[in-house]
């Protein structure tokens, strides 16, 4: 297991040997080992013994200068890491020692003859052009990775779209993990269930304890595994699992993990921290003297909304997208934005505004905002807005409220949501029962009995008035 940071460019990717040697131009020809293998740059060198002043992964090319003891020479070109050889022919050797080609078949080290009208600034000179095409490729690749992925977070669902568009970059699977380790969402091919546990347990090497690392990777089962950690490391994790890992592959789930940070990440400090927990304690009837102190005088907008994409971090999404870190999620989800904020309509999601009110009004204002999710879930409507003013502002609340608890004292909950939802929609059977998710004859059973406990003619124009204005005071 290997732990890692995200690069934000694509290292430059290796050659493949078979690439060089498909340029006819350079007369190449493979003489012993395999041709599968990658090249990552090119050394030129006369030594006897390369080994000290070679890294790893290079082409050597030699025209046997020094060449006493091949068998020696190539157990230490393999000992240093050398990708292959390559042999010039001329002017010191007419062709390539047998010895040398014999060596080089028994340890598996690829050995290119090199034509006398071939330098080698001229093999070193394709090498890097190819290098160069291909970090090319590699960067248009991850161009368009980067934009797909950001696209996807401006979708409706961004979460789980960030995750199909990773999956499909990658060619693999993409899974985020909630802080305790459980799977909150995925996307892509399906993977073995070994390979599952083990992403899993790579997600949990990662952690905000001191030294922790950013990422880690392994493999499992023939695929590559790779994990992030989301955040401060104190959150969710992403896990990637792909049979292959292209040098821009880091780099591509560097992004996804900057976007999955920020859609799923609280994004607030101990101040609103703060704020939040004034807000849920107002929202739950306590004093609004006692909470209002730790909130700005406002004026506010309380928003209720449901919806969403599905997955534990779709509230902080919506939060995110509105320009508030005050939220508490739960059914609807209910949010505290400073009344400056516009309140626009999001996609996947159904909203209800309230009227801007101060601190101290904020319980009035929740009310509001209920009442205009209601509003939004019998029209489909994206966004309703309470509007304030009108003939309810002329009556006094208490009195309002106390003839509107006389009036309905007799409907339960269902048959009150029931008959608001009609009257919102005029009446419609159909409408109603479509907003309530129930049949269209329950739907005229509950108004015809909402009709009988409260006596009244529910054809009748003013008593229609009566009880919406009823249905509507706090």
Not at 220 to 243: F, K, Q, S
Not at 295 to 310: E, F, N, S, Y
Not at 365 to 390: I, K, S, W, Y
């Amino acid at each position: 297991m290997a732990a890692s940071e995200p690069g934000s460019t694509p290292p430059a990717p290796p050659v493949p040997l078979t690439a060089l040697l498909a340029r006819r131009e350079l007369g190449l020809r493979l003489l012993a080992g395999p041709e599968d293998v990658s090249l990552h740059w090119v050394h030129t060198s006369e030594m006897a013994d390369p080994h000290p002043y070679l890294l790893g992964g290079e082409l050597l090319l030699t025209a046997g200068v020094q060449l006493t003891d091949p068998v020696r020479y190539v157990e230490r070109v393999v000992e240093a890491g050398a990708a292959a050889l390559g042999f010039g022919v001329a002017p010191v050797h007419d062709t390539v020692p047998t010895e040398l080609v014999e060596a080089c078949a028994r340890r598996g080290l690829p050995l290119l003859e090199v034509p006398p009208r071939t330098p080698f600034t001229a093999v070193a000179r394709a090498v890097w052009r190819l290098m160069a095409e291909a970090r090319l490729h590699e960067l248009r690749r991850v161009t368009e990775a980067q934009q797909s992925l950001a696209t996807a977070a401006a979708r409706p669902a961004p979460v789980p779209a960030v995750l199909a568009a990773l999956a499909s970059r990658l060619g693999g699977r993409a899974v985020l993990f909630s802080p305790d380790g459980t799977e909150a969402a995925a996307a892509g091919r399906e993977v073995p269930a070994q390979a599952t546990r083990a992403l899993r347990e790579l997600a949990g090497v990662l952690g905000p304890r001191p030294g922790g690392p950013a990422s880690a990777s392994s493999e499992n089962g023939g695929l590559r595994l790779a994990a992030y950690a989301l955040g401060g490391g104190d959150g969710p994790a992403l896990g990637v699992a792909a049979e292959r890992r292209d040098p821009g592959d880091h780099t591509i789930a560097g992004v996804a993990v900057v976007l999955l940070s920020l859609l799923t990440a609280p994004q607030q400090g101990t101040d609103a921290a703060v704020r939040d927990g004034a807000l849920v304690r107002l929202l739950l009837g306590a004093s609004p003297a006692e909470a209002a102190s730790a909130l700005d005088p406002g004026p506010w907008t309380v928003v209720h909304a449901k919806g969403g994409d599905g997955t534990p971090f779709a509230a902080a999404g919506l939060a995110a997208a509105l320009g508030t870190t005050l939220v508490e999620t739960g059914a609807p989800v209910r949010l505290l934005l400073p009344a400056s904020s516009p309140v626009t309509a999001r996609p996947g999601w159904t909203l209800g505004a309230s009227a801007p009110a101060g601190a101290a009004e904020l319980p009035a204002a929740d009310a509001q905002a209920a009442r205009a999710l209601r509003r939004a879930e019998a029209t489909r409507a994206a966004l309703v807005r309470h509007h304030p003013g009108g003939l309810a502002s002329l009556v006094d609340p208490d009195e309002a409220a106390a003839h509107a608890r006389a009036l309905l004292a007799r409907l339960n909950e269902p048959l009150r949501e029931t008959l608001r939802t009609w009257l919102s929609l005029h009446g419609s059977w159909d409408r109603t029962a479509v907003a309530l998710g129930v049949h269209r004859n329950t739907v005229r059973q509950r108004i015809t009995r909402c009709a009988t406990l409260l006596d009244r003619d529910l054809d009748d124009p003013d008593v229609r008035m009566e009880l919406w204005f009823a249905l509507g005071t706090p």
